[in-house]
């Protein structure tokens, strides 16, 4: 079976003035969901030269500034639904929601106010800059009149256009959700069949457990299966028996008598065993002589 995935949550956290250090990881904001996608925007601050409307043809453009880089997410927060590991349950999602506004709340430098620089981080994404604006919309309430899920417009902008940051990122054995390749079942055609086309006619048994199947000679066409989910398993066991026992005498004629047996008895998991039976008689006359002699082999399949 495939082993759990676990999820690299995004976070929120303070920068100082020159955007370079962290501070204050008690503000960090973890979110309790992922964005389903991240949207980053730049633009050029171009300017037409004052008079260029006097000329004739298309008039110059010029760059007058650094440019901007905006980055644009939706955030959810649910006190109905499990919290991200470390955090404390709560009645109000206010309660989660207030630790991302506080990087949109000025505070105060010296004689001025402003917005905590903020970065923003998941997996090998960062971007830093300010909060520009934060929208919350609060979605559904308790029967006292409780907000218990909210999801939150951000949008942060930096006064600069530059190459992204890229962070390594340790690279996860687990592999992702929805990419472990699934057979679908044929027309009749029962799992061991389907197991055998696929060389793994031996472990069809415990393929049938990991996929819930309860009869495995009458599948559903179409039925989705994970055939590389079983587990061999074997057993052998064998044993052998064999005798034999002759009496010969004479009497003014000479007469022998033989005779040999074997039993065999052989099996594998899955409880099959074999058994046959074969015989045969040979009787010869000399002078004043009788001589018989008796095989028996025995064989038998269930």
Do not use: C, H
């Not at 992702?176 to 027309?187: D, M, N, S, V």
């Not at 049938?208 to 079983?230: H, K, W």
Request: cysteine-free.
């Amino acid at each position: 079976m495939s082993n759990s995935v676990k999820l690299e949550k995004a976070e929120l956290r303070q920068l100082d003035a020159e955007f370079k250090n962290e501070i204050n990881p008690d503000k960090t904001a973890k979110v309790q969901f992922n964005p389903e996608s991240l949207k980053v925007a730049f633009a050029n601050q171009i300017a037409t030269p004052a008079g260029a409307g006097d000329q004739k043809g298309t008039p110059a453009r010029q760059f007058v500034g650094a440019g901007t880089t905006k980055l644009t997410l939706q955030l959810w927060f649910d006190v109905t639904q499990p919290m991200p590991e470390g955090q404390t349950a709560e009645n109000d999602v206010r309660k989660l929601t207030q630790k991302v506004a506080y990087f949109i709340t000025p505070v105060q430098e010296g004689k001025n106010y402003v917005p905590p620089s903020v970065r923003f981080i998941w997996g090998s994404f960062q971007f830093d800059g300010l909060m520009e604006s934060l929208e919350e919309s609060l979605e559904f309430f308790s029967p006292e009149g409780r907000p218990l899920r909210a999801s939150m417009a951000l949008n942060l902008s930096q006064q600069k256009i530059t190459e992204f940051t890229i962070k390594d990122v340790a690279a996860s054995n687990a592999q992702t959700p929805g990419t472990r390749p699934l057979t679908e079942a044929p027309k009749d055609k029962s799992l061991p069949e389907l197991a055998d086309s696929q060389g793994k006619g031996d472990d069809w048994q415990s393929i049938a457990a990991a996929n819930n199947i309860e009869n495995p000679r009458m599948l559903e066409p179409g039925q989705l299966l994970d055939m590389n989910a079983g587990v061999s398993v074997g057993a052998s066991f064998g044993a052998g028996i064999s005798g034999s026992a002759g009496v010969s005498g004479s009497f003014g004629a000479s007469a022998s008598f033989g005779a040999s047996g074997s039993v065999g008895a052989s099996g594998s998991f899955g409880a099959s065993s074999s058994l046959s039976v074969q015989g045969g008689a040979n009787t010869g006359g000399g002078a004043g002589g009788i001589e018989t002699n008796i095989k028996l082999e025995v064989s038998d399949l269930f």
